[in-house]
């Protein structure tokens, strides 16, 4: 028996509680995101994805990090970062919503949790969004408390974790709606449950509360859904793009603002409401923009796991954008991607021409999601 293969690059990238598991379990290779790792390799990409669509996978997402943000005026901190009117955000409910700085400029697309009235979590994407608040919060006038709490949550997704999660939490799971979360204790691991994920497909997170937990929280819910085909993995970047999903510094930066990726339901200008980046966001309404963001069907061979730069887009000699993400879909049976083009090029049925560095291809405009466009599956 060989040694198990070594991964580290010093003390300041973070493993997660489930790290050793994982490779217990068959991680192959890892990247980095919120300054830890996080499983990227369990073999095959494309299985990941079938294991995913036609049974469960459980994957780490611990470098989910959570910023909680608690004390008498949470709420109106919270508020003030939040571009998404938050005074019908009952407790115990979840929100996807997005951070925006003066400029208007996206600083990070998290789930927000609210544990209680004036307790909540901000489950973060890859920016350090537990400096900004701070920083925020430092000539605001307001009390409240800032940290990154002791929370690491894992994804279990696919049709058939609601039945894994019967099988560990009981017959009251059913009742756990869409964006909403509750309190448990398994087995003596405390938890918070919620009906989010980042798959497109019926799904949970849970949300250990004790790291030193990690280890037998993976195996208990492992040895759960043994029975029904449960499967280690890692989020799927084949149905994420299925699903139009946007992934931070892909899709997405600082330089860009919620009306050119047609976010617009996650911005209430017209609320009683402050938050950051708000004249701003007025602005860019009013005048509209100068950039969309599209999903295409590329031509040509299947690509080869998935982009590992922005390929650029031409129209008549001209550089109009760029492909922000891009694979190939084994069961749509072509290439996808999403783009961000000129909005002049964003009507379906645009044309563009992918230079890629393994050959150039014809891209073509086209409605995203790719599948599920009413996300039925997510919601079931």
Same mark, same amino acid.
């Given at each position: ?21 994982? +490779? ?5 290779? /890892? ?6 790792? =996080? ?17 469960? =996978? ?76 701070? !920083? ?9 408390? +800032? ?7 894992? *994804? ?16 009251? =799971? ?14 003596? +691991?405390?938890? =918070? ?39 280690? !993995? ?9 699903? !139009? ?8 930066? +600082? ?63 001209? *550089? ?31 044309? /563009? ?28």
């Amino acid at each position: 028996m060989t040694a198990p293969r070594e991964f580290g690059f010093g003390t300041q990238i973070r493993k997660s509680p489930y790290f050793d598991a994982t +490779i217990r379990w068959g991680a192959k290779d /890892f990247s980095v995101y919120n300054h830890m790792y =996080i499983p990227r390799d369990f073999g095959n990409p494309e299985e990941n994805f079938w294991n995913l669509v036609n049974g469960a =996978i459980l994957c780490d997402v611990a470098v989910e990090r959570q910023v909680e943000i608690t004390g008498p005026d949470a709420a109106k901190l919270v508020q003030y970062l939040i571009s998404r009117d938050l005074s019908k955000c009952a407790v115990g409910q979840c929100k996807y919503v997005l951070l925006t700085n003066a400029e208007g400029g996206i600083l990070n697309d998290p789930i927000l949790l609210r544990l209680a009235e004036n307790h909540f979590w901000i489950s973060l994407a890859d920016s350090d969004i537990l400096f900004w608040a701070q !920083g925020v919060a430092v000539h605001s006038g307001l009390d409240v408390h +800032i940290c990154e709490p002791d929370v690491s949550p894992l *994804q279990l997704q696919g049709p058939k974790s609601g039945e894994v999660m019967q099988a560990l939490f009981g017959e009251s =799971i059913v009742d756990l709606k869409y964006y909403w979360l509750r309190e448990y204790e398994l087995d003596g +691991i405390p938890l =918070i449950v919620s009906r989010t994920g980042w798959s497109s497909e019926l799904g949970y997170e849970l949300y250990l509360r004790d790291a030193s937990k990690g280890a037998l929280l993976w195996e208990t819910i492992m040895a759960a859904g043994k029975p029904f085909g449960l499967k280690p !993995g890692h989020t799927s970047t084949i149905r994420r793009i299925e699903g !139009g999903m946007l992934s931070y510094h892909a899709d997405m930066d +600082i330089k860009t603002n919620p009306y050119e990726l047609g976010l617009d339901r996650l911005v209430d200008l017209d609320a009683d409401i402050e938050f950051i980046g708000k004249p701003a966001l007025q602005k860019i309404r009013r005048e509209g923009v100068a950039r969309k963001h599209v999903g295409l069907i590329i031509s040509g061979p299947a690509i080869t796991g998935s982009n590992t730069c922005f390929w650029e887009l031409e129209k008549d000699g001209q *550089q109009i954008g760029k492909v922000t993400s891009a694979v190939y879909s084994p069961r749509l049976e072509k290439n996808i991607a999403l783009a961000m083009v000129e909005s002049e090029f964003a009507a379906l049925g645009t044309d /563009f021409l992918v230079i890629n560095p393994t050959g150039n291809t014809i891209a073509t405009v086209v409605r995203k999601p790719f599948f599920d466009a009413k996300k039925k599956l997510t919601a079931s």
